[in-house]
């Protein structure tokens, strides 16, 4: 196994400490990778593998420490020289939770500049998390065999190997309380677990959504609709874990790493959870899309609605806009609200909501946002006029498809704010947006404390003739 001592000079965007490594041939340095580093630090590493232009290595001894590096939390998270799989679920549990945000902030702005071009831009404060441990409301786990008896965990970073937890420091009780009864149900019920290779078994994950009010909502994701003793697995979570507020199952029958199939099946109890965010009352169904940091969304809702400084006479359409939750705050400020996803139950969940909460003046539409600018949809925009028009946009990680900036540009809102759960695309769509829209602030938030993942909010106002 190739050994050498790596200093770590900078982080990437994913996450990693990067360093060099000699070439010895004359030529220059070849990059290499370490995760689990920080800056600053000296490191002696095993290489894990090597390309024509850049290694990766493995973190074996720290030689000299940044005064940043923590222990990690999580006894399943990497510590260097483990030489058994460690969980990869979180990469930044090395470093304190200001540390990260630290990171977080300066590493959008490396990715701005160097992606975007905005060479000294103005990044504001990461906005904390209210909780850096405890904070997930959606856990999905897989299972998997160990011998003859199930096993249930997350994988190891870059493969599907399990490795099996009893506790997740950034998970809720309730949600470890309800993993424990699966697995024990499992071997209970001699359940056939999945096997990927072999495209067998019946049991493929556990998805657990949890509120603040420790209420869950539990679906398991299994191969077939069958369910046998489906009344006594009921009857026993029931009394296991009476946080449990509905029972659910979704079908995965394809030979893929998509985690949940098209058709669910409600088996007992609630279709929906419901959780209080910013006045409004939020439901979503188990596999509806909805922020997994409930106390740092509200923070992330709170700064969408600072930047856009809504007014009545404004209208807003959200685009990406899930179960509704910005476009019915915005609803609260403006005349009118249209909110658009392609997402047919996301939609009905918006819906929904907008009657939970009785909010009249918002309309939504199950649309790709790429044609609602189609000729066939301009009368959506009828009653806007671009002078009062503000945009949100909340994309997927791979961002604005080019239809949707172009037909921004041409819409002209007065004001898009931005919120990105990427920082590359983000730079890629805002370099796109720059030619009409000036960009007035960009604020990091830390959606996902222990990991490297950056959320974003960008407020671009429309360039005054």
Known sequence: MKHAVIDVQRLTPEGDGIGRIPSGSGSSDKVAFVPYSLPAESIRCQCEFEKTHYSRWIPADVLSASPDRCLPR?????????????????????????????????????????????????????LASPDDWRYRNKVQIPFGNKGNRPVAGFYAPGSHEIVEFDDCPIQPEVSLQILRSVKRLAAQFHWEIYDEDRHLGWLRHLLVRTNRANEALVALVTATPAFPAQNDVVKALRSDCPSMIGFHQNIQPARSHVIL??????????????????????????????QVNTGAAERLYEKVLSEADLQPGHGVVDFYCGVGAMALLAARKVDYVIGIDEVPSA????????????????RFETLKVESVFLPAHRSLFERFDSNNLVVILDPPRSGCDPLVIQGLLALKPSRIIYVSCHPATLARDLKMLSSSYQIKSVTPVDLFPQTSHIETVVRLDIHAL
């Open 347 to 362: 939609i009905q969940g918006a819906e929904m909501n907008a009657r939970r909460n009785g909010i009249k003046n918002v």
């Open 261 to 290: 199939g098209r058709e669910w099946i409600s088996l007992w109890g609630a279709d929906e959870i419901v959780e209080p965010v910013l006045g409004l009352k939020m439901g979503y169904a188990p596999g509806a899309f909805f």
């Open 74 to 126: 999580c006894p399943l998270h990497f510590t260097p020289g483990r030489n058994f799989a460690w969980c990869g679920g979180c990469n930044w549990q090395h470093m304190a939770s200001a540390t990260q945000r630290k990171y977080k902030r300066e590493l959008l702005a490396e990715t701005l500049t160097r992606i975007g071009g905005f060479a000294g831009l103005s990044i504001g404060e990461t």
